[in-house]
Nanobody, 117 residues
């Protein structure tokens, strides 16, 4: 089982990044997918979630209207489009897959996002 994030990097405030998380080794379409982030000295927090079929999404208040989560079940990939980035968005971003019925959870290794002028 693998979840591999990519797309992180450094960007100026107001800029955009698109994170990807490629899944393998499990039936991706059976899993709700989420993005979390963890800033230095802070707890990991939920950023966005999308249901297994992609029909429903949810966002943390701090990113609503700026971030968009989506998925392509044919490509076993979940995305996080991040616009209007702020310095407080700086963190390591992780993707998580969860099979709700059996409570099976997988995590990726994380990708660094730095927003700074």
């Amino acid at each position: 089982v693998q979840l591999v994030e990519s797309g992180g990097g450094s960007v100026q405030p107001g800029g955009s990044l698109r994170l990807s998380c490629a899944a393998s080794g499990f039936t991706f379409s059976n899993y709700a997918m989420s993005w979390y982030r963890q800033a230095p000295g802070k707890e990991r927090e939920l950023v966005a979630t999308i249901t297994s079929a992609g029909g429903s999404t949810d966002y943390a208040d701090s990113v609503k209207g700026r971030f968009t989560i989506s998925r392509d079940n044919a490509k076993n990939t979940v995305y996080l489009q991040m616009n209007s980035l702020k310095p407080e968005d700086t963190a390591v971003y992780y993707c998580k897959g969860r099979q709700n019925l059996l409570n099976i959870i997988y995590w990726g290794q994380g990708t660094q996002v730095t927003v700074s002028s």
